[in-house]
């Protein structure tokens, strides 16, 4: 058990480590064969252009796992079933330098519910960074966002807004993760001096454009994880200088954040899938996310020059039970109460996605129109089928000129999924003096072990007291391999621990770690100080074992050839784990009254105490009453003389 | 302050204190006890109001409307309660499940220290059911509980089949800001005790539980529900909790907000207000409620299963449903309504409740007594102890006085010696220490020899440490240092006054009435105690104002107010059984009362029992 954890722990540094050395040569190349692959949108072959959708589209559940280091050399397993001789006629993009793909995935969740996820994807062809040059044609990339990206040198650029906890035990993983309120992280370019500075204007400039309070992220919300987030993209930037982290967990996400959101997308809210969002449907959900993340991609197979992508995502889950009105169906009037009826003429692919895998020989559901495009694609470690609708063909719209997929539930599956990779996290303890914060990292794998990445970051305001840092799985203590820990200075900066820690297979890990309240200055109270103060969610991040790879007796898919060893991509996917938000209360003066208080504070100490003291330290004696000027006179008179005084 | 640093006046303040003390004494004692009766009457007290916006102006619509499908869940309950013989675990699981609510079960042992014998457990086992209605769009940070425990026999089924009810219709709202939190317990209060410890991951009982799988951030409120009959004529609100502490008095109105609004007739202490507060059976009304409430908090049990949540600081209140023989009924509906309102009010929190009062006392569901209000009759009662003390003090510093009165041994007296001092305290607190521990520890010895059961042993243990305490010190104090002097007795009781003043204050600022009745009954004897009033008399006076008898005179009075009065051999019985019940409260949930009685106040009583036979 021990030899196989330290195996496992060799082969995570491993991965770490070829992540440092990425993007030279060979690595470079590698990752060439993915770029390569999803930007040939010209490509005139029908099976090409499809594979390359194909790929597409698992690379987004896959965003982590290309990051890390091996995982760029990632294959289609894909496989076409649908496929007929009528759909020779493909549309091909008209050969420009900018790209703009859109597509939906709506995936029947276990508990009922119905997840869509939204992702568009703008490629914008040029190179300011090498050159120095400035961009200033801009076609399909907002303008906003490409002037930021070059006034600030901003490499790369993660942001997410979240209204709503993912529930990862009846709901299984989502393809893009992100914590509740915001996040925003931020790898800038290595010739930038002052990262600081740029940060400060940056999150400023970035408040303004996402109308959020991203202006509330200042020294003491930021940190510099060390192996948390690696860049998504190309280069070989692993300084972590250059990264900052931060996130509001307080944040509230509302229509004013969709609608600058949407204003960046190509052709707006007027055509393509973007006319489903209706801010009304869209927060009448369970959850609801919308992210944007900017990296830099190789343009061609040879990644001679560089180009930007923009991928904007938004992921929703729809409640059966408040929005169903009782009747268990689905269809996307019902979820959005509008329907599509086009693509974006912009853009060069536009599909909808429809997760059938659990729909053997359709007793879970009914799916209309049932589409005749079936795609096969490895996402987040697990085989999964989807019917594909292609916006950009006439007769995906039928008669009606409108599609509208209506999925109808068939029967019930309500116990809870057993994710294999799950955490929660919560304080425990009463009163206001101390606490602890415990997170418990689930392996619901049978009988893998895996390290996963802890980050956690406390304001300085808990004080975390290091020494009380436990960690135990199945009742042992489990030693973690590496430790980061930057400890908080008071009103200038966060606590930030990172941890790699080796999960025992099927077991809960649990991270302790003891904290005082602070007692804040009375102007660092929030307007509302009883509602508590918000600590950031933890970040697990983590090369999980696959379902796939689980499943060593499945020959029937695949050739026996090809299924012995397992393949790097499909034995293990990358995921990110992001654990509630706790809301610590801590100790507050009553502000409802603070002029009683300080004048009963005051006469009490000046009073009550001044006088008391006084009384009890001296002693009292009857003063003489004082002599005359003039015998005192004679006195000193008398003394110069040496006779006895009067 | 000049007043005293000059040392003439000082000299006429003093002599004027010492030379009217007693009279000065007396007044504050009946001046005290006057305030206190005064409070209960209505022109001296305030009008509860609300005091947080967020619930205040934001009048919640209720729309409940399926408790008849409320009751016959209860009634499916109540027959699988019946079938099991217990907690039906899996079908509310199921139940729970359907109604899209997220189920975790918790299961919790517990042995207790002796048998229970009002409840008839000693090994109790179970488990909680609890399901979570995750609010939409939200992070998981905060939660509101709705509770109902899971009782033997035929009670509280309509409670568990509203909660039910009550979680179907949640589920289908959109509006929720803070998860819910259904939760049906085993084993009432410890099953409440098994399952907070485990939500906030304590063990401050020694209870055993399998942690918690599901949770739901800090928890705000919580209602408590109890609910034995399909139509109710009134609500009782119960607030009193762990160790006298009270939730905010917004929860309060809050309740009778909504009572007022659905039309539901609503009691505190089991008592409905009265309009004619100027007549004497208005105020006596009155009066008995804000007794009752007096008695309750000072007893210092959690007197719902809201009176857990208290300790951490959640604020919590039982709702207990009555059905006696008047016309006006209420319905299950109605009931569903009034939880509805409550908590979506609740729900609209931005902050804690924290804006009311947290120290109060109730005359009426509409009228309050605030700290500000109570606290100077308290402080005229312990006035007293400072002001003999002061005028021990004043005749201990001076013993010129005693020189010119001829009587010569002034350099003896000086020095009573810390020795004669300290052995009385330390007896007394020894003596203290056995009452606290031995009743438990000595129960199986006690069985074996005596014809009792486990219970019976425990208390009447503790009877005989008690009774056989006051024979002990002076007896004890002789064989050690001989001869007591006139200089000795005073130092003692100096010393004993200022420590009952200090612990009687800290007692009031946590539990006011607690500390309140200890000073009514331990204030006259204290400030009268002295070696040379007649023995036999003043030893029966002791003994009958001993805190052991105050308990006593409670039972009686508790009774008496509750219009259920007993005869003297059932108040005795009474008596045993709140003894029993106060040392497992001790050890189920943490209540102080019985080591504060035992380890404090017994002693300090003991101190001036000891001063009665100084020799």
Redesign the interface.
Known sequence: MAALGCKWDALFVLALASLMLSCKGDDLKKSNDYTESVSGGEQSNPHAVKADDLQQNEADGHEGEERDGGGRQWQPTGVWMGEGPEHGETFTAPPSKDQFQEEMVLRPLHSGDIYASFQFRTQWDTDFLHDGNKASHYRLFPKSLGQVLSKFSVRELHISFT???W?T??WGQPFIPSP??AELWVWFHHTVMDVDENWKELTNVLSGIFCASLNFIDSTNTVEPSASFKPLGLGNATDHRFLRYATL?REIVCTENLTPWKKLLPCGSKAGLAVLMKSEKL??????SQAVHIRPICKDWQCTSTSWELRQTLNVVF????SGQGKKEWSLFKMFSRTLTEACPLASSSKVYVDVTDNKGGELFDLTPASPLVSTAVVLGDRRTYSVYDLTKKETFGQLRSLNPLLRWKRES?E?LRPLLHA?R???????QTG?I?TCIYNNHPYRAYPVLLLDTVPWYLRLYVHTLTVTSKMHENKPSYIHYQPSKDRVRPHLLEMLVQLPPHSVTEVTVQFERALLKWTEYTP?????F?VGSSVISALVPSIVAMDTNSTHERPLFSSFFPTKEESSYFMRVYT??????LP?PDF?MPYNVICLTCTVVA?GYG?FY??LT?T???DEPSTPLAKRLANVIRRLRGVPLL | ?GL?????R?KALTSLLTRLNTPICVVCYLAGIAWFMGLAFEPFTLRTYMSENAMGSTMVEERFSSGERALSTAREFAAQKKKVGGMPVDWLVKTM??R?L?VFTQSFSRNLPFPDESKERFMVRGTNVYGIL?A???????ALVLSAPCSPGNSNNQAVGLLLGLAQYF????YWAKDIIFLVNDHDLIGMQAWLEGY???NITGMEYTPLQG?A??IQAALSLELSSDVITSLDLVLEGLNGQLPNLDLVNLFHAFCQKLGILCTIQGKLQRSDWDTVEGYTHAAQTMMLMVLKQASGRPWGEHGLFL???IEAASIHGINSFRQYKTDTTTIGRLLEGMVRKLNNL???L??SYFFYLMPSLTRFVSIGYYMPAFGLLTAILLLRALDLWVQLGSPTAVMEDGVGDAEVQSSPGVLSLLTPVVISHLTGVALYTLPVLSQELAVQHFPVSETEAVVLTAIAIYTAGLALPHNTQRLISGEGTEQGWKVLKLVALLYLAVLLGCTALINFSLGFILAVTLVPAAACVTPHVPKALSAVAMVLLSPGCTVLYCIFLFQELQEAPVTLSEGWMLFLSVISQGVLDHALYGSLVYPLLSLLVYPCWLLFWNILFWK
Do not use: C, K
Request: glycine share 8%; proline share 8%; charged share 20%.
């Open positions: 209204q709503g906890y529930r035990m009846q509740p309120g967990p927060f009448h959900s369970s959850f609801h409640d059966l039970y408040t309500d809870m929660e919560y304080v425990s303890g009463f009163g206001l602890e415990h509302d100080p009883n509602h508590g918000y509630e938000p706790l809301l610590v209360n507050t409802s009073v006088s006084n009384l001296r009292f004696q009857v | 302050m005293l640093s000059d040392p003439n000082r499940q359907a899209g997220e995750r939409p769009r939200a992070p998981r940070t905060e589920r289908s709202q959109i906030h991951h304590t949770r951030g800090s300790r951490y600081h931005l902050e804690r924290h804006q």
